[in-house]
């Protein structure tokens, strides 16, 4: 267990719809990561916040947006949803600014687009 | 669990021999590395890291190469164990601070 937690597990939903996931990174963990993962494009990185600000953007679609909290838990927002935005969405956490350090990845949510 | 990257790369091994898993990278600025370990219906797990300024390191069980003259990495497993199955990802830092490049992971299966 990484310590960092997603919910939910699974998601279906139907094209052009809008979805919410969430992510709380370790305990003491500021930076929190978005990756997706899809079978034909492997893990892409998507953006990562640090202590409630945007830090690093990656390939991450215009539908799609982060935030993260002050208590600094996150969520993505993925809208008009896609057929080809089904995938894995990871959330990953490290304790300082710098995306050197160690990532710990949460378990993942399960985005199915019908 | 999903099975993610049907159409992985797998290398098979029997239980007790060594492993080595290749990745090559793109961009000859890259200065720092991961191995990630996925098993199935988890996320990726940190396994060893490596900076460009060193050409081994090594973990637990396992050993990083870097060859920077033709951009390889590999991930050397020893004394494999059915628990080594899984996905192993490289993941390359292209641009400091800013986001990881992952290659398209191979599968390691561990026969008995």
């Known amino acids: 267990d990484s310590g960092v937690t997603q919910t939910p597990k699974h998601l279906i939903t139907a094209t052009g719809q809008r979805v919410t996931l969430r992510c709380s990174p370790r305990s003491g963990d500021l930076s929190v990561y978005w990756y997706q993962q899809s079978l034909d494009q492997g893990l892409q990185f998507l953006i990562q916040y640090y202590n409630g600000e945007e830090r690093a953007k990656g390939n991450i679609l215009e539908r799609f947006s982060a935030q993260q909290f002050p208590d600094l838990h996150s969520e993505l927002n993925l809208s008009s949803l896609e057929l080809g935005d089904s995938a894995l969405y990871f959330c990953?956490?490290?304790?300082?600014?710098?995306?050197?350090?160690?990532?710990?990845f949460g378990p993942g949510t399960r985005l199915l687009v019908l | 669990g999903e099975s993610v990257g049907l159409h992985l790369p797998t290398l098979s091994v029997q239980e007790g021999d060594n492993s080595i898993i290749n990745c090559a990278y793109s961009?000859?600025?890259?200065?720092?590395f991961i191995w990630y370990k996925q098993e199935s219906g988890k996320g990726p797990q940190f396994i060893i890291d490596i900076r460009s300024n060193m050409d081994k390191r090594q973990g637990q069980r396992v050993t990083v190469l870097l060859n920077k003259t033709v951009k390889h990495l590999s991930l050397q497993i020893a004394a494999t164990q059915p628990g080594d199955s899984a996905v192993y990802f490289c993941a390359e830092n292209r641009d400091y601070g800013q986001n990881f490049v992952f290659g398209p992971g191979t599968r390691l299966s561990v026969l008995p």
């Open positions: 961009n000859s600025a890259s200065d720092y």
């Open positions: 990953a956490s490290s304790d300082g600014p710098q995306n050197t350090e160690t990532q710990y």
